[in-house]
T-cell receptor, first 114, second 112 residues
């Protein structure tokens, strides 16, 4: 497949370790945030979401943390596996802009070393 | 794929030609979107549609056009006015705008 991000920041972790991917969002009025995973040559897949009235949300092996004070979002992946290797994007809904579509960050490439 | 079908997967276009990318969804979603992705960048919004017969420009609408005549379909035309059309194009849909969007598998357009 093709690479979707040749110059993305890269996080390299060992299989079995925990991964933390960070995202700084731009709009303080955004009230809904999503993490997506994108494998090479494919469309983004939904991982987990969180609303602004929450600080933390957990899924299966994943946790999203939201710090509204500093406009920061993080995705934690527990016991990282080779299948987690992909590019990860955060997205926000920009609730006050009148634009009714998600705005995406630039992405982080996660590489899992066996 | 989440019920969103983009076709074709790969598309080649000669300079000066218009080309239309197909996007169909069977999720009964009201909202649909087109994003463009270039290497080293995130997704940039081209156009979106909240309901049938309505659509709005996104951040990079110049050189593109869309239609929304049916709820299931949101085709994107890349016109000859788009100066740098080579990119990966992603279509998405959501129950309503501002909620989680589900993506198709993309169309890679190359100008030859």
């Amino acid at each position: 497949g093709e690479s979707v991000g040749l110059h993305l920041p890269t996080l390299s972790v060992q299989e079995g370790d925990n991964s933390i991917i960070n995202c700084a969002y731009s709009n303080s009025a955004s009230d809904y945030f999503i993490w997506y995973k994108q494998e090479s040559g494919k469309g983004p897949q939904f991982i987990i979401d969180i609303r602004s009235n929450m600080d933390k949300r957990q899924g299966q092996r994943v946790t999203v943390l939201l710090n509204k004070t500093v406009k920061h979002l993080s995705l934690q992946i527990a016991a990282t596996q080779p299948g987690d290797s992909a590019v990860y994007f955060c997205a926000e809904n920009g609730a006050d802009t009148g634009r009714r579509a998600l705005t995406f960050g630039s992405g982080t490439r996660l590489q899992v070393q066996p | 794929d989440g019920g969103i079908t983009q076709s074709p997967k790969y598309l080649f276009r000669k300079e000066g030609q218009n080309v239309t990318l197909s996007c169909e969804q069977n999720l009964n979603h009201d909202a649909m979107y087109w994003y463009r992705q270039d290497p080293g960048q995130g997704l940039r919004l081209i156009y979106y549609s909240q309901i049938v017969n309505d659509f709005q420009k996104g951040d990079i609408a110049e050189g593109y056009s869309v239609s929304r005549e049916k709820k299931e379909s949101f085709p994107l035309t890349v016109t000859s006015a788009q100066k740098n059309p080579t990119a990966f194009y992603l279509c998405a849909s959501s129950p309503k705008t501002g909620t989680v969007a589900f993506f198709g598998q993309g169309t890679r357009l190359t100008v030859v």
